[in-house]
C-alpha cells in the first residue's frame, strides 16, 4: 500500500508513559485498553491518544492506521481490515512496563494527506494475550480556512438598529418567558425584548414584536398591547402577554394580565378588556388577535359569564394548551362558566384553585371537558393530558385526567382511555386527529385506538421509560428503555440506538424531534453510541428508518473528542403557562437538522462557544457528501457565542441570536438574524466623509480648457531656429512637418499629456 504518512515521536515527555489513576488489577492478565482517542487534527497531522492497563506483564503497545478507503477495499476483499496498516511507532512497539494502573499514552502522526479518512486501533501486548483496543476514525482537515455559508445563504439583521438601547433577550429569558418562533412559509418572525422600541404602546417589561422581509430590509411591527400599568409585574415568572402563534403568525394568542389592581375582596380597579373585544372588565382574559388587522376576539364573554356568581377579584383564568393552528384553545378555571359545571368553594368567598375545570373554545363558543363517561355535571380537578397533542387538530377529540385515570372527550361523549389496566397511566402523545393515543404505566407502553375504544399493550416485557413522539398519523411511535431506544412500526418493533437522554422526552416538552410521517427522529445522546469517543457529552443524532441508518450529526468530523454539548431545545413555558411550541429544529421533510454546539466542528470556529449548525442530507441545499454536510450558521467567531432560534418549515430561513455584527450596519449589542437562502441585501453606497474646505464641491470642467495666458495659435510656441550654414534649408523644417503630422487632429489638451 502506498505510504500515506510516516509516524513520529513528538517529545519524550509527550511520548512518555504516565501512570493515572485506576484500581490495581486482582491478578496478572492481558493487558486493557481503557480508552482510546484523537487531538490536535491538522490537514496534515494528527495525536493519537490512549490509556492501557498492563495488568501486571510487561507490556508494549503500538497504533495501527491505514485510510478508510483501503480499510474498507479489505473489507471488501475479505482480508483482515488493517492488511497494509501503517505503524506508530513503525519499528518495535513501545514498551509501557508491566505496572497495575492505567498508562496515558501519545503518538503524534505527521505527513497525512489532507481531507482523508483514516481508521486506527491501539494494539497491546503481553505474555497472556494480545489486546486491540476500540476501532477509532479520524479525518484530516480540508486545508483551507475559507469561510461561506451553505446553500448559497447570506445573513441579514432581522432587528432594527434602533433598540432604544437594549438588545434581544432569548427564549425563557424575559420575565421567564418570550415567545420566539418563525413562520412556517419563511419570510417573518416574531420575538420579545425588554426594551421598548418600533412604535410602543406601552411597556408590559416585555414587547412583542413580528418582523417582515421586505425588498431591501426587514421590517419590524410593535404588536404589544396598550394594557393598564402593573398588569404584568416585573417578577421573574410573570412571563409576557403573548402566549403562541399560529403556524404563519397570522393569530397570536395574548392575555391581558392581572384581573385587578388592588389585593383583597375588592377590585376597584379592573382590568380593561382590549379594545374593540367586548369582553367583560376586569377578568383575566386570552384574545386572539388578528396580525393583520389588530382586531382580537375574546375568548371569554360577557355572554359567557352571565349566570357567574363571582366577580372579577375572585377567579383566575388560565391556559391548559392549544391546538397548533390555534383554532381551539383549551381554558382551565375553578369557576363554574359554563352550565354544567361544578365550582368548590375556597377561601374568601373564591373558588378553589386546586379544583380545576376544562373548558374548549372553538368557533366562539365555550364546552366543558372535564365530564366523566355518564355524567351530566363535570368533576373539577382536571387536567389537560397534554399542552399540545391531547388536543386533536379537527377539534372532536380532547384528552383529559383527573390525576387517577385518562380520558377522551370525543363530541358528547366521555371515554375511559385507561379503564380496563385499572387507570393510573400517563398520557404521552397522540395522532394528530386523536384517533391513536400512547400512554405508560408501570413501565408499559400502550396504544389507544379511539375508533374501537381498545387498548394494547406494546412491550409486555415492560422497562419502558419514556416516549419520545409520534407519528401526525400516530402509526409509529419511539421509546426508550433500559435496553436501548427502539421503534414501534405498527407491529414491528426496531431497535434505533443503546441509549438515548432523559431529556428528549416527554413528547410535548422534551427534546426530541420526529418527522411527520415518523421516518426520521433526532435526538440527544451522552452515552457512547457507535465509534465516536464523546467523553460523555451530549451529541446530536439522526435515525432515519430509509435503511435503518443512524448517524451522528454533531460529533466531530476530525474525530476529535468534542469540547462541549451540542444541545437542542425542548418547549419553553412562557413564565406561569404552559408553552406548547417547540422549534424547527427537525425541518418538514426530515432533511435539515439544526442544533447548538460548543464544539469546533469547523475549522472557521474559533470562540470556543456555542454556535448554530446545520446537517443537511446528501442532494439538500448546496450538499453533495453521501453522509451528508454540516456547516456553521453562524460565524464562529462570537465573543458569547451564538443560539438557534427558529426556521422555515423547509429550512430556508434560519433564526439565530448572536452579539457580533455580521452586517455592516450592525453597530453592537445582541440582535437577530436570519441566515436565508438567496439572502443578504445589496450594501449601500459608501459615503466618504470629508472636513472643512474638502466638504466643497469640486467645479465643473470648463468646456475650453485653453488657458488664456498661451497663444492663440493652434501649434503652440513658435518652432526652434538655427542659423544658416552655407545657405542650406530644409533639414528641420522637414522635422517640423513631420510633428505637425503627427499631432494633427488632436486638441491642445491631449497634445500636452491631458494636463490642465
Not at 37 to 51: F, G, Q
Not at 496 to 505: E, I, L, M, Q, T
Amino acid at each position: 500500500m502506498r505510504s500515506h504518512a510516516r509516524a513520529v515521536i513528538a517529545t519524550a515527555a509527550a511520548v512518555g508513559i504516565l501512570a493515572i489513576s485506576g484500581s490495581a488489577a486482582q491478578a496478572a492478565g492481558p493487558p486493557v485498553v481503557s480508552a482510546s482517542w484523537v487531538t490536535s487534527v491538522t490537514p496534515t497531522s494528527a495525536r493519537l491518544n490512549a490509556e492501557v492497563n498492563p495488568n501486571g506483564l510487561a507490556t508494549t503497545i503500538r497504533f495501527d492506521y491505514i485510510t478508510q478507503a483501503a480499510y474498507e477495499a479489505n473489507v471488501k476483499a475479505a482480508k483482515e481490515p488493517f492488511t497494509g496498516a501503517l505503524k506508530s511507532p513503525p519499528g518495535t512497539p513501545t514498551p509501557i512496563g508491566s505496572g497495575t494502573v492505567a498508562i496515558k499514552h501519545l503518538r503524534q502522526l505527521e505527513g497525512l494527506a489532507a481531507n482523508t479518512a483514516f481508521r486506527y486501533r491501539l494494539v497491546a501486548v503481553n505474555s497472556a494475550d494480545t489486546t486491540f483496543g476500540p476501532l477509532r476514525s479520524f479525518s484530516t482537515e480540508a486545508g483551507t480556512s475559507t469561510f461561506a455559508l451553505p446553500d448559497g445563504r447570506g445573513w441579514e439583521m432581522v432587528t432594527p438598529i434602533e433598540k432604544n438601547g437594549g438588545g434581544i433577550e432569548g427564549p425563557g429569558t424575559n420575565l421567564g418567558g418570550g415567545v420566539f418562533q418563525a413562520a412556517a412559509q419563511g419570510g417573518s418572525v416574531t420575538y420579545t425584548s425588554a426594551s421598548s422600541y418600533s412604535a410602543p404602546q406601552g411597556s408590559p417589561g416585555a414587547n412583542q414584536y413580528v418582523a417582515r422581509r421586505g425588498s431591501g430590509s426587514w421590517d419590524t411591527e410593535n404588536v404589544t398591547l396598550a394594557l393598564f400599568s402593573g398588569s404584568f409585574p416585573n417578577e421573574p415568572d410573570s412571563g409576557v402577554p403573548y402566549q403562541l402563534f399560529s403556524p404563519d403568525l397570522a393569530t397570536g394568542l395574548v392575555t391581558n394580565g392581572k384581573r385587578c389592581r388592588a389585593s383583597g375582596s375588592a377590585c376597584p380597579v379592573a382590568n380593561l378588556p382590549l379594545p374593540g373585544s367586548g369582553a367583560p372588565a376586569g377578568y383575566r382574559n386570552y384574545y386572539l388577535r388578528n396580525s393583520a388587522t389588530g382586531a382580537s376576539q375574546a375568548l371569554l364573554t360577557s355572554s359567557g359569564i352571565a349566570g357567574l356568581g363571582l366577580g372579577p377579584d375572585e377567579f383566575e383564568v388560565g391556559i391548559a394548551g392549544a391546538s397548533a393552528d390555534l383554532g381551539q384553545v383549551v381554558l382551565s378555571s375553578c369557576a363554574a362558566i359554563t352550565a354544567n359545571a361544578t365550582e368548590v368553594p375556597g377561601v374568601g368567598g373564591e373558588c378553589d384553585p386546586d379544583e380545576q375545570n376544562l373548558y374548549r373554545w372553538a368557533n366562539g363558543t365555550l364546552a366543558l371537558v372535564n365530564l366523566k363517561p355518564g355524567d351530566t355535571a363535570g368533576t373539577p380537578g382536571a387536567e389537560l393530558a397534554a399542552p399540545g397533542a391531547a388536543i386533536a387538530g379537527n377539534g372532536g377529540r380532547v384528552y383529559w385526567t383527573d390525576g387517577t385515570a385518562v380520558y377522551l372527550r370525543e363530541g358528547s361523549q366521555t371515554f375511559a382511555v385507561d379503564g380496563t389496566i385499572g387507570g393510573g397511566a400517563d398520557f404521552e402523545t397522540a395522532a394528530a386527529d386523536g384517533s391513536l393515543a400512547y400512554l405508560t404505566k408501570d413501565g408499559h407502553l400502550y396504544r389507544f385506538d379511539a375508533a374501537i375504544k381498545a387498548l394494547t399493550d406494546l412491550t409486555p416485557a415492560g422497562e419502558v421509560e419514556g416516549v419520545l413522539g409520534s407519528s401526525t398519523a400516530g402509526t409509529r411511535v419511539f421509546y426508550l428503555t433500559s435496553s436501548g431506544l427502539f421503534l414501534r412500526d405498527g407491529a414491528t418493533t426496531t431497535k434505533v440506538a443503546d441509549g438515548a437522554d432523559a431529556s428528549n422526552y416527554p413528547p410535548a416538552t422534551g427534546t426530541a424531534r420526529l418527522s411527520a410521517d415518523g421516518s426520521r427522529l433526532a435526538f440527544l445522546a451522552s452515552e457512547l453510541i457507535g465509534e465516536y469517543d464523546n467523553d460523555g457529552k451530549a451529541e446530536v443524532y439522526l435515525y432515519s428508518t430509509a435503511g435503518s441508518t443512524l448517524a451522528c450529526l454533531s460529533c466531530n468530523p476530525t474525530g476529535e473528542r468534542p469540547l462541549g454539548p451540542s444541545s437542542m431545545p425542548g418547549a419553553i413555558r412562557n413564565g406561569a403557562a404552559i408553552h406548547t411550541y417547540k422549534p424547527r429544529n427537525l425541518t418538514a421533510g426530515g432533511s435539515r437538522v439544526y442544533f447548538d454546539s460548543f464544539d469546533a466542528l469547523a475549522p472557521q470556529d474559533s470562540n470556543k462557544d456555542r454556535d448554530v449548525y446545520q446537517w443537511e442530507a446528501n442532494g439538500t441545499g448546496s450538499c453533495t457528501k453521501p453522509s451528508g454536510c454540516v456547516n456553521l450558521i453562524s460565524n464562529g467567531r462570537s465573543e458569547d457565542g451564538a443560539s438557534f432560534i427558529d426556521a422555515s418549515a423547509d429550512g430556508s430561513d434560519v433564526f439565530f441570536t448572536t452579539d457580533d455584527s455580521l452586517v455592516p450596519d450592525d453597530p453592537g449589542s445582541v440582535d437577530l438574524y436570519d441566515a436565508r437562502v438567496g439572502g443578504g441585501f445589496p450594501l449601500p453606497p459608501v459615503v466618504i466623509p470629508c472636513n472643512g474646505d474638502a466638504c466643497q464641491p469640486l467645479p465643473p470642467e470648463p468646456e475650453d480648457p485653453t488657458p488664456g495666458t498661451l497663444l492663440s495659435k493652434p501649434e503652440g510656441n513658435p518652432p526652434l531656429t538655427f542659423p544658416k550654414e552655407g545657405g542650406k534649408k530644409g533639414g528641420k523644417k522637414k522635422g517640423k512637418k513631420a510633428k505637425k503630422g503627427k499631432n494633427k487632429g488632436k486638441s491642445q489638451k491631449q497634445r500636452r499629456g491631458g494636463r490642465r
